[in-house]
């Protein structure tokens, strides 16, 4: 069964601005990731933050982890063309180790140049 | 090496066909995945192996069999497999815990059924 679910479904905008994506989950997590995928090929990780975590930067990502809400979301500010891509919030299970991951359904961002 | 690397990029194989995806990984990681994907869907999970033995599978369908020959190599075989099997085969691996790292994943295997 799908964990996350993120909102948008897509977002279109104009190089240079900010991007946000949303991530709701449902059950308890040890850490919410994110992944970019172009194209349909192979996922990239971006960046993991663990449950104890509420803010977490990389470059121009800006991660946030609301665990009473059970909600994440994804900055990415400036962006360029390059982002166009879709992104995926993932949780793991937590009761199996980590070893369970489960996606949600993604967001597909579109950054006109 | 950071890569994961799968083999082929494409397959196109008919309805009984016997054929077999390859993934290979050499950064020691020692749990590996397999994932299906469908077009416009996220990955959904098959089968997790961790340290060379299948410790998640599921439910999928005996016609795919996974397996790890050795702690840089997983292997997914098909065999019988129907048209609506065709998706994108994402293989990807992790440090012994997933809790601390993310997943590297490969570029996929585009499997067309006919």
Not at chain 1, 91 to 104: L, N, P, Q, S
Not at chain 2, 81 to 92: F, I, K, R, T, V
Request: contains cysteine; glycine residues 8%.
């Amino acid at each position: 069964s799908q964990q996350g679910e993120e909102d948008p479904q897509a977002l279109s905008i104009q190089e240079g601005e900010n991007a946000t994506m949303n991530c709701s989950y449902k059950t308890s997590i040890n850490n919410l990731q994110w992944y970019r995928q172009n194209s349909g090929r192979g996922l990239v990780h971006l960046i993991l933050i663990r449950s104890n975590e509420r803010e977490k930067h990389s470059g121009r990502l800006r991660v946030t982890l609301d665990t009473s809400k059970k909600s994440s979301s994804l900055l990415i500010t400036a962006s360029r063309a390059a982002d166009t891509a879709s992104y995926f919030c993932a949780t793991d299970a937590g009761d199996t180790g980590g070893f369970k991951t489960i996606f949600g359904a993604g967001t597909r961002l579109f950054v006109k140049a | 090496d950071t890569e994961v690397t799968q083999t082929p990029k494409h397959l196109v194989m008919g309805m009984t066909n016997k054929k077999s995806l390859k993934c290979e990984q050499h950064m020691g990681h020692r749990a590996m995945y397999w994932y299906k994907q469908k077009a416009k869907k996220p990955p959904e999970l098959m089968f997790v192996y961790s340290y060379e033995k299948l410790s998640i599978n599921e439910s999928v369908p005996s016609r795919f069999s996974p397996e790890c020959p050795n702690s840089s190599l997983l292997n997914l075989h098909l065999h019988a497999l129907q048209p609506e099997d065709s998706a994108l085969y994402l293989c990807a691996s992790s440090p012994w815990t997933g809790r601390r790292d993310g997943y590297t994943f490969g570029s996929g295997t585009r499997l067309t059924v006919v």
